[in-house]
């Protein structure tokens, strides 16, 4: 399944640290959700959290959790209903299970016939395969930004865009000094793990793998190593995973 950042064959080692025995019966916390390919890996678990400040997506898997159906969508619909201002699960179908490459909005390619690829049909089978996996069903999703979560004796994983790469929709819009700070403060009361290629002098690589990653879906391909990190301080105190607690901020109103 095709999506920018997505981790559809870059994910056992992280996927080995996540299911370890010692998680077994956490509750477990995904604030960056992207396209769900590390969560619907996800075992053993007493609860599954999932949020992404990117509200299409968020709606786009809610809406499968409620076995919404598929839309028809032309080629003028898929205009339309990119300058709709009201969210929906139409648009956000059109938005990633339409579009190429599997960019937001990145151009309405239903069909590949030179390549001999149905691209909708792709996503139809991965969206299929999402509605019977029990980590998906079991999971509560919600359209927030990561610094809204307030997290306590959580397992939790951390797959933010990376820093100067391409990144979906919005969410490239992250201040990275106010995201490692908050990574360092969960990280007193939390297990947490972070994917980026590179973090700051106090975080410490725990795991990597190769990954082959290309924009335009045809050509040239690039190869990095993709990391996982957690903060090196010691937690002040003991970290109970039997004690979990989750918080969800609340929103300042504009004035």
Same mark, same amino acid.
């Given at each position: 399944?095709?999506?920018?950042?997505?981790?559809?064959?870059?994910?056992?080692?992280?996927?080995?640290?996540?299911?370890?025995?010692?998680?077994?019966?956490?509750?477990?916390?995904?604030?960056?959700?992207?396209y769900a390919?590390?969560?619907?890996?996800?075992?053993? %678990?007493?609860?599954?959290?999932?949020?992404?400040?990117?509200k299409?997506?968020?709606?786009?898997?809610?809406g499968?959790?409620?076995?919404?159906?598929?839309?028809?969508i032309?080629k003028?619909?898929?205009?339309?209903?990119?300058?709709?201002?009201?969210?929906?699960?139409?648009?956000?179908?059109a938005?990633?299970?339409?579009?190429y490459?599997?960019?937001e909005?990145?151009?309405?390619?239903?069909?590949?016939?030179?390549?001999?690829?149905n691209?909708?049909?792709?996503r139809?089978?991965?969206y299929?395969?999402?509605?019977?996996?029990?980590?998906?069903?079991?999971?509560?999703i919600?359209?927030?930004?990561?610094?809204?979560?307030s997290p306590?004796?959580?397992?939790?994983?951390?797959?933010?865009?990376?820093?100067?790469?391409?990144s979906y929709?919005?969410?490239?819009?992250?201040?990275?000094?106010?995201?490692?700070?908050?990574?360092?403060?969960?990280?007193?009361e939390?297990?947490?793990?972070?994917?980026?290629?590179?973090?700051?002098?106090?975080?410490?690589?725990?795991?990597?793998a190769e990954?082959?990653t290309?924009?335009?879906g045809?050509?040239?391909?690039?190869?990095?190593?993709?990391?996982?990190?957690?903060?090196?301080?010691k937690?002040?105190?003991?970290?109970d995973?039997? %004690?979990?607690?989750?918080?969800?901020?609340?929103?300042?109103?504009?004035?």
């Open positions: 399944m095709a999506y920018l950042g997505g981790k559809s064959t870059c994910f056992k080692h992280i996927i080995e640290k996540l299911n370890h025995e010692d998680y077994n019966g956490a509750v477990y916390l995904e604030p960056f959700m992207g390919h590390i969560l619907k890996r996800i075992e053993n %678990k007493k609860q599954i959290y999932a949020g992404d400040s990117n299409l997506i968020t709606i786009l898997f809610n499968l959790k409620r076995n919404k159906l598929y839309p028809k032309s003028k619909k898929y205009n339309d209903l990119k300058n709709e201002k009201k969210k929906s699960f139409n648009q956000a179908y938005a990633f299970a339409l579009s490459g599997g960019k909005w990145g151009g309405y390619t239903p069909l590949n016939l030179k390549h001999n690829r691209y909708e049909l792709e139809q089978n991965y299929e395969s999402l509605k019977k996996n029990k980590s998906f069903k079991k999971s509560v919600k359209n927030l930004s990561y610094d809204e979560w306590k004796n959580l397992l939790i994983y951390c797959d933010p865009p990376y820093e100067n790469t391409t929709g919005k969410s490239c819009n992250l201040n990275y000094d106010l995201f490692w700070d908050t990574m360092r403060e969960w990280s007193n939390n297990i947490v793990y972070i994917s980026e290629y590179n973090a700051p002098e106090d975080f410490v690589e725990v795991s990597n990954k082959f290309t924009i335009s045809v050509g040239s391909i690039d190869k990095r190593l993709e990391k996982l990190f957690q903060y090196k301080n937690p002040s105190k003991m970290i995973l039997t %004690k979990p607690k989750l918080i969800v901020k609340k929103k300042l109103k504009k004035k």
